[in-house]
């Protein structure tokens, strides 16, 4: 069964260091969206991708990078962690853009915790 | 800026009784309207989507969309605690993304 991953699942870093968090989706979905989850904010998105070489800044970005060197990985890095950016963090994917597509297929989710 | 705007609960309802949720939104362009439930610790899932202003049913839910009013529900009939969870709406418009709303928090007592 196709499927979308994450990992780590859990992570525990320090203020300043890099951190990755990696996204793996056997869809073959073209668009791969990160999230945030916040309590009192749902989800908001951070980067996303419309296909290989393709990424795009969403409403909460700074701090944060995507690359997309394939259909099936779009990692999110951390350039220096932060305190605030201490949350859940979510891939997804869908395939297509037309209003009448683009169900959002999400990962199991990964838990953040800047110290 | 593109908002969605839910009351977000808790929600209390008895076991078997409806438990209606409530969405609005600011883009009137918006076309497509999606109900994700989320169970604590996991990941959104797709419950329904609607297109067209009117009722779409599915089993016990039922999503009501009011694009004059820029208002979409979600009818839960015959709650059962299993249904408790976190309901996010999201809109989308033709080639652009979701924007989720903050969700709310719905509790079936048994």
Known sequence: DAEITQS???????????????????????????????????????????GVQDTNKGEVSDGYSVSRSNTEDL????????????????????????????ELFFGEGSRLTVL | QKEVEQNSGPLSVPEGAIASLNCTYSDRGSQSFFWYRQYSGKSPELIMFIYSNGDKED?????????????????????????????LCAVKNYGQNFVFGPGTRLSVLP
């Open chain 1, 8 to 50: 780590p699942r859990h992570k525990i870093t320090e203020t300043g260091r890099q951190v990755t968090l990696a996204c793996h989706q056997t869809w073959n979905h073209n668009n791969m969206f990160w999230y945030r989850q916040d309590l009192g904010h749902g989800l908001r998105l951070i980067h996303y991708s419309y």
């Open chain 1, 75 to 102: 990692p999110l890095t951390l350039e220096s962690a932060a305190s605030s950016q201490t949350s859940v963090y979510f891939c997804a994917s869908s395939e297509g853009l037309g209003a009448n597509t683009g």
């Open chain 2, 59 to 87: 089993g016990r839910f039922t999503a009501q969309l009011n694009k004059a009013s820029q208002y979409v529900s979600l009818l839960i009939r015959d709650s059962q605690p299993s249904d408790s969870a976190t309901y």
